[in-house]
Nanobody, 117 residues
């Protein structure tokens, strides 16, 4: 079992920045994949960013390319999502996940990001 705890969600003005952190109970470097999804009320979760093979392969939703960056910190067993130039459409609950192996995925509890003036 892998425990994940997200933090860093907040209320921020449009154009601002936030850094989300996902702390894992195991060694981040041992997982085959990590990433972030987001969800707004009434909709399903959508992929924001992912990283596989210790960050060698990354993938971003078109809507966040050039603004968001996913990274991992093996020393602290954490995954980060740096979010810049935030827009009201980025408002959502953000969930991190890790794939301990392919097909074995664990989720965090979510953290709220609100972009509003």
């Amino acid at each position: 079992q892998v425990q994940l705890v997200e933090s860093g969600g907040d209320l921020v003005q449009p154009g601002g920045s936030l850094r989300l952190t996902c702390a894992a109970s195991g060694r981040i470097g041992s997982y085959v994949g990590v990433g972030w999804y987001r969800q707004v009320p009434g909709s399903g979760r959508t992929l924001v960013a992912s990283a596989a093979y210790s960050g060698a392969i990354t993938n971003y939703a078109d809507s966040v390319k050039g603004r968001f960056t996913i990274s991992t910190d093996n020393d602290k067993n954490s995954v980060h999502l740096q979010m810049n130039s935030l827009k009201p459409d980025d408002t959502a609950v953000y969930y991190c996940y890790v794939d301990r192996t392919w097909g074995e995925r664990y989720w965090g509890q979510g953290t709220q990001v609100t972009v509003s003036s």
